[in-house]
């Protein structure tokens, strides 16, 4: 054992190389980004008490490295390379190699004392890779479109329909894929059917929450809020009070939130009282609907939380029920375009989704705006009987 003081090993990944530095030991090597190199690696770092492993995403370089050193018990903090060159600018230390690199990331970790997080299950990376894939897509259907409605020419015409029925057919293989890999773990399966129970949320926006934001369960309202880039930002000084804004963190996840968050405001009672109820404050419409989707990501958290394994999610006595005109306006909504099912009947919510709307053990918050009702959507907190373990995600984290 070479030192028995908690180590963090900052690591710098390219294509061809792993760059790895030591904090505060100052020790440095250079190994081979190959299964060789990486098993070479472990073995060295074996000598030493490691507190965490620290590096930049870098797509398909790193995925390797982290799984076999997270095999081998190492805890891994990833680090948002935007934060990491920002620091390195805020010690003085613009310059930029990779065992500069190393070396910035493992004093970085060291001084904000990164905590490891787990590593996302290989089913949970395929289903990112294959969601990649088809937003790309999407983007490129987009853009045969907007070509097709500019040809003239007969050839043109036949070869643009061509491409898009091709496109067409590849979403559609990689949706069955998708469902493939999601009907094989139970555990995704049961918080997918959580979260499209709920009105306003479709196939496409519950699989983004659950590939973009795999954390639940480990993560406060708030901390949710921000990773999702949600979060207002406060922009004051001295006696300026100068107007928030959302910005950064996972915009896959805002974008996917955005329509949902239309659909909500229309035909989901509660989200629709609490929207309203904001505009008649003076809010921008805008505003409202961050708060939505703010909503929308809080709400399934909670759902799943109440539907987790050994617990049974029922309203607590006394609560209050949709009354009999809300109850109608669910059954009238037969479009499919609300997120119903797809048999033309309305969408069955899911108990833990009903308990959650009905107020089931969740305490509600004096600044409620909108009805105590049980569709008004309240700030859901921590209980005894329900905590919200985790003490958030690191604003550093990818």
């Known amino acids: 054992m070479h030192s028995t003081i908690g180590q963090s090993a900052g690591t710098d990944i390219s294509k061809e190389t792993l760059a790895v530095h030591l904090h505060p030991s100052g020790m440095a090597r250079r190994f081979p980004n190959t299964a060789a190199g990486i098993r070479a690696r472990i073995a060295w770092l074996g000598g030493f008490a490691i507190a965490r492993v620290v590096f930049e995403p870098t797509g398909a ?24 060159r920002r620091f390195a600018e805020a010690i003085g230390r613009p310059a930029k190699t990779d065992p500069l690199d190393a070396a910035m990331l493992a004093r970085f970790a060291a001084l904000i004392e990164l905590p490891a997080r787990p590593v996302v299950s290989d089913t949970l990376a395929e289903m990112k890779d294959l969601q990649v894939a088809r937003r790309a897509l999407i ?24 491409r898009l029925r091709h496109i067409d057919g590849q979403i559609r293989a990689i949706d069955a894929a998708l469902r493939r890999l999601l009907a094989a773990e139970p555990a995704l399966q049961a918080r997918f059917d959580v979260l499209v129970s709920i009105p306003g949320i479709g196939e496409t926006t519950a699989l983004a929450r659950l590939i973009e934001m795999p954390e639940r369960g480990h ?40 329509m949902p968050a239309l659909v909500a405001v229309r035909f989901n009672p509660g989200l629709r009282v609490k929207y309203q109820a904001l505009i008649a404050a003076g809010k921008p419409a805008k505003v409202a609907l961050v708060a939505i989707m703010r909503k929308l990501i809080i709400l399934p958290m909670r759902c799943c939380a109440m539907a987790g394994p050994g617990r049974r999610a029922q309203p607590r006595d006394g609560a209050s029920r ?10 009238r909504r037969q479009e499919p375009a609300l997120g119903l099912d797809p048999r033309g009947g309305p969408k069955a919510i899911a108990p833990a989704t009903r308990s ?6 969740a305490r509600r918050d004096a600044r409620t705006i909108g009805h105590a009702s049980s569709l008004s959507f309240v700030r859901l907190e921590a209980t005894a009987a329900n905590p ?11």
Request: a positive charge; hydrophobic letters at 35%; glycine letters at 12%.
């Open 356 to 361: 959650a709307l009905d107020g089931g053990g």
């Open 219 to 258: 993560l406060q309202n708030g901390c949710a809020a921000s990773l999702a880039g949600l979060a207002p930002l406060a922009r004051d000084s001295g006696q300026r009070r100068g107007t928030r804004f959302i910005r950064g963190d996972r915009a896959s996840v805002r974008q996917a939130l955005y």
């Open 322 to 331: 949709p009354s009999a005109p809300q109850r109608a306006g669910r059954r």
């Open 139 to 162: 983007e490129d259907r987009t853009a045969a479109l907007n070509r097709a409605a500019a040809h003239q020419l007969a050839l043109l015409k036949r070869q643009g329909a061509a």
């Open 61 to 84: 370089y790193h995925r390797c490295f982290e799984r076999q050193l997270a095999q081998a018990g190492f805890g891994l903090a990833k680090v948002n390379p935007r934060q990491a």
């Open 388 to 398: 919200i373990d985790g003490d958030g995600y690191s604003s550093f984290a990818s």
